[in-house]
Nanobody
């Protein structure tokens, strides 16, 4: 059974940092483009970052460029999202997702598996 389990969310003050982790099982992790998405209250799910099979290519939304960094450790079947300089606008449920497509700018519909999400709350 495929599982993606996010962790690392929590409450942090503006300007602080968090590192999210997504542990994958039941799939060939190295053949998955991994994406991070988020859904804020009252908003649609949006892409935050994506990282290619071996981490050679990444994508970041304009709102997080320079603040967030995606990385992956294929030996551990884990993808990370380092979030620095957090803003209240970053408050959302963050989801990890896996796609068998090689590109990093694909739409959410190309992602085959999704985690349950982890809550990130940034206070001002």
């Amino acid at each position: 059974q495929v599982q993606l389990v996010e962790s690392g969310g929590g409450l942090v003050q503006a300007g602080g940092s968090l590192r999210l982790s997504c542990a994958a099982s039941g799939l060939i992790f190295s053949a998955q483009t991994m994406g991070w998405f988020r859904r804020a209250p009252g908003k649609e799910r949006e892409r935050v970052a994506s990282i290619s099979w071996i981490g050679s290519s990444t994508y970041y939304s304009d709102s997080v460029k320079g603040r967030f960094t995606a990385s992956r450790d294929n030996a551990k079947n884990t993808v990370y999202l380092q979030m620095n300089s957090l803003k209240p606008e970053d408050t959302a449920v963050y989801y990890c997702a896996a796609s068998r497509r090689p590109w990093v700018n694909g739409p959410p519909g190309e992602y085959d598996h999704w985690g349950q999400g982890t809550q990130v709350t940034v206070s001002s």
